[in-house]
């Protein structure tokens, strides 16, 4: 199997940290690339181009997040990444969907700037500035609490790869004000999975 990531993509970055969780390395191979390639041979198997794209070894294969985590994590025993079961499903599955619409949105708001100053959108970099700062308020209020504490899980690492996103976007301000998410993260970085996940220097 070939994981296809790019050095920027908070969704790759998440699955290379699953990835190196499960220690696939041995089954899944990386391939570093870069989107918008008209004549990327990875089209061929991945029409929309998305990454992360997870290439089975029949050709076919699995983009985003929320289809190849789970796939990564059923290639070895035992699972890790699984939604908790009984009361704390749903208050989990609320708390990702949360997470999962802060990292969209970031990551629009990323793209736009990457994009001529005379072509981006002040109206659609502020929107998402002001949702991500909202959102950012009601993770602090929680960092405290589970599924935020405990084991390594999915909302964890989807917050991780969204406050991640400041590496690229330092207009994207966190920090300010929000000491529980700053412990939080420093507190993250230290799982080894998750420090080793960064990508190579000079890709």
């Known amino acids: 199997m070939k994981l296809y990531v790019t050095p920027t993509s908070p969704y790759a970055r998440l699955a290379l940290i699953v990835r190196l969780e499960k220690d696939l390395a041995d089954k899944v191979e990386l391939v570093w690339t870069r989107t918008r390639k008209p004549n990327d041979s990875m089209l061929a198997s991945n029409p929309s181009g998305r990454i992360p794209f997870l290439l089975l070894e029949d050709g076919t294969g699995y983009e985003d997040t929320d289809v190849i985590v789970p796939y ?3 290639l070895v025993s035992p699972r890790k990444f699984e939604p908790p079961g009984g009361e704390a499903y749903w208050p989990f599955r609320r708390l990702h969907a949360m997470v999962r619409s802060m990292l969209d949105g970031v990551s629009v708001w990323a793209r736009e700037g990457l994009r001529p100053k005379n ?4 109206g659609i970099i502020e929107h998402e500035r002001r949702r991500a700062s909202r959102m ?6 929680i960092v405290g609490d589970p599924p935020l504490t405990g084991n390594l899980n999915t909302v964890q690492l989807a917050l991780f790869c969204t406050l ?3 590496r690229r976007l330092p207009a994207f301000d966190w ?7 700053v412990d939080w ?12 996940s960064l990508p190579p220097p000079g890709i």
């Not at 072509?119 to 002040?122: C, H, L, S, V």
């Not at 950012?136 to 209020?141: G, Q, V």
């Open 72 to 74: 990564l994590d059923s």
């Open 119 to 122: 072509e981006q959108a002040p």
């Open 136 to 141: 950012a308020d009601y993770f602090e209020s």
């Open 164 to 166: 991640d996103v400041e």
């Open 175 to 181: 920090r300010t004000g929000r000491p529980g998410l």
């Open 185 to 196: 993260h420093a507190r993250m970085l230290d799982v080894p999975s998750i420090s080793r």
